[in-house]
């Protein structure tokens, strides 16, 4: 535990060096060099109070040289979302660790984001579409993409693994078994697939209904959405009087205005708007059919027992890579979390087996 603590440290310092190494955008770059700064200095600050020789600081994990890979073959996008994700989840631990001892709370708690966005703030060198650009990046692209194809992986490696053995434990032949397997395959990539389309298509489309509805107010009643815009300014700590100039200035613009409103008001961000429905389901469909074709490669190519065995191995190893890859996010040991994953797969693929067996039993 000593040492998770620098190693914490250290993996972000690491990201953001690489982060910024990586980053065209100057301004933005030498904000990745400061949080690296500030990461650099909470290392050594742990390895002091641990008296730990700082020149001995432990070097970066293999999680964070996996996410830097990632970002070499994908897009840093990813490691910035993922990044920001730890930092999130570290912040939270922190509050509810004080919450749980009872222990005051004096707002130093706030997390590394937070730090990050007073940097760019008091940059002089930070245009707005720079700030814009670098919150858009953030929202939308990182840490969830490659936790859903973790996820979308686990799901058919599962589903499909669960199905091959319960047919099995009610018939023999590798016909059967593999047919049955295709067809869980498919109807499981399609459910997937559609409730992702469904899922998507339905949030932009409450969305862009909101954000007529919110033009529509704009239009009939700018006097009550000013005070409104107000109101949210005053809440967050803006003084009265320069909470209602600055809500006059931006309805000034009513383009503008409309989209502070939705912002701020309604809490949308237009970015997510963007994304494609029918791509989201299409990688649903992807990544659920990678997992669930490992179950069913040795039906292909052997049959009996020895298909079955094969299944077991290689659905425990893909199992394990997956609990491995999930650390990426949560941190945790490695062994742990590919092992647990490895034990509840085999568990769920042992519960239908036994009741294809039972049912095989009862029909024979």
Request: glycine content about 8%.
């Amino acid at each position: 535990m000593r040492n998770k603590s620098i190693q914490t440290e250290i993996d972000a310092c690491y990201l953001y060096r690489k982060l910024a190494e990586n980053e065209k955008d100057e301004a933005i770059a030498n904000i990745f060099r400061q949080m690296e700064s500030i990461e650099h200095g909470h290392a050594e600050a742990f390895a002091r109070k641990m008296n730990l020789p700082a020149e001995n600081l432990i070097q970066p994990s293999w999680r964070a040289k996996t996410l830097n890979l990632i970002g070499k073959i994908f897009s840093y996008d990813y490691v910035l979302g993922a990044l920001m994700d730890t930092e999130k989840s570290l912040s939270n631990a922190i509050l509810k660790t004080k919450e749980k001892q009872n222990l005051e709370i004096t707002g130093t708690e706030t997390n590394h984001v937070k730090i990050l966005w007073s940097i760019i703030e008091k940059d002089n060198h930070v245009s707005g579409a720079q700030h814009a650009k670098f919150e858009s990046r953030h929202r939308t692209v990182g840490g969830n993409a490659i936790r859903a194809a973790v996820l979308g992986g686990n799901d058919g490696l599962v589903s499909v693994f669960s199905l091959v053995m319960g047919v099995a434990g009610v018939a023999t032949d590798n016909k059967t078994i593999l047919l049955a397997g295709i067809a869980g395959l498919l109807a499981g990539a399609l459910s997937m697939a559609l409730g992702e389309w469904i899922s998507v298509k339905s949030s932009q489309e409450l969305y862009e209904n909101q954000m007529a509805i919110e033009m529509e107010e704009l239009e009939t009643n700018p006097e009550g959405e000013q005070h409104e815009l107000a109101l949210i300014y005053m809440a967050k700590g803006i003084p009265e009087a320069q909470s209602h100039e600055m809500a006059s200035e931006i309805m000034k613009d009513k383009t503008h205005a409309h989209e502070v409103l939705v912002k701020e008001e309604l809490g949308i961000n237009p970015d997510e708007l963007k994304g494609s429905a029918t791509e989201a389901a299409f990688y649903s469909f992807l990544l659920f059919s990678f997992g669930g074709i490992i179950p069913l490669l040795p039906f292909i190519f052997s049959s009996g027992f020895q298909a079955m065995a094969w299944c077991v191995a290689l659905s425990a190893i893909g199992l394990f890579l997956i609990g491995a890859a999930i650390t990426l996010f949560t941190g945790k040991n490695l062994w742990y979390s590919g092992f647990r994953m490895v034990v509840f797969g085999l568990l769920a693929a042992s519960l239908t087996f036994g009741i294809g067996r039972l049912i095989g039993v009862a029909i024979s």
